[in-house]
């Protein structure tokens, strides 16, 4: 069964926000994310979470894999016996801070601050090997929100710290999605897409006579 051109489910990004917690935090619900009203809440927390500030409007998170690469292999008698995964897939998504705050260098740099000083961060490892978080962001396009929620995300800096004179900094993180146990690696929280409009339907009685 094929399912209906459902227009309401095509979104624009129009705003979104970005929030982290501990691993293992509990999932908003899809009712919760139905409920999410950023003229409201975009500057407070869902429970368990805490909002990272001001992200970057012209590159919006993008979602990316790495790896996946597979490779039929065969024997003697058959040339084509399985496809095998040489290269497992790593996915993750990428977002620019844009807030100059410890909590901004901190998931930038993966690490957390090494100095004790009021008005400091530090680093004392330019290889660290990122802080774990969960990871939730919600897209609102007008009075419809979808969610995504990762149980553990690594996150680091993908790329350097940009700045320009007629734009606002920005601080690139990846966040990767690692496994953690009892959760699926990630999942979409789209319980506030509107159903598509009821097929309608003729009956017998309502067709015309030949």
């Known amino acids: 069964m094929s399912l209906p051109i459902n227009d309401s489910a095509v979104l624009t990004a129009a705003?979104?926000?970005?929030?982290?917690?501990?691993?293992?935090?509990?999932?908003?619900?899809?009712?919760?994310?139905?409920?999410?009203?950023?003229?409201?809440?975009?500057?407070?927390?869902?429970k368990g979470f805490r909002n990272v500030g001001h992200t970057d409007r012209g590159d919006l998170p993008e979602w990316g894999v790495d790896g996946g690469d597979q490779e039929r292999k065969g024997t003697w008698q058959t040339d084509n016996l399985r496809l095998v995964t040489t290269d497992p897939a790593v996915d993750s998504v990428t977002f620019k801070l844009q807030q100059w705050d410890e909590q901004t260098l901190s998931l930038h740099y993966g690490a957390k601050n090494a100095s004790t000083v009021a008005g400091e961060y530090a680093v004392n490892d330019g290889l660290a090997s990122g802080l774990q978080h969960s990871l939730l962001i919600v897209i609102v396009d007008g009075g419809v929100n979808v969610g995504f929620f990762a149980s553990k995300a690594s996150m680091k800096r993908s790329?350097?710290?940009?700045?320009?004179?007629?734009?606002?900094?920005?601080?690139?993180?990846?966040?990767?999605?690692?496994?953690?146990?009892?959760?699926?690696?990630?999942?979409?929280?789209?319980?506030?897409?509107?159903?598509?409009?009821?097929?309608?339907?003729?009956?017998?009685s309502g067709k015309r006579a030949a």
């Open 159 to 204: 790329d350097s710290i940009e700045l320009a004179t007629d734009e606002f900094a920005k601080f690139p993180v990846r966040a990767t999605f690692v496994k953690n146990p009892g959760d699926p690696l990630f999942k979409w929280l789209i319980g506030a897409i509107p159903a598509p409009p009821a097929a309608s339907t003729t009956s017998d």
């Open 15 to 46: 705003r979104g926000f970005v929030f982290i917690g501990d691993v293992g935090a509990t999932s908003p619900t899809p009712e919760e994310i139905k409920a999410f009203k950023p003229d409201t809440d975009g500057r407070t927390d869902f």
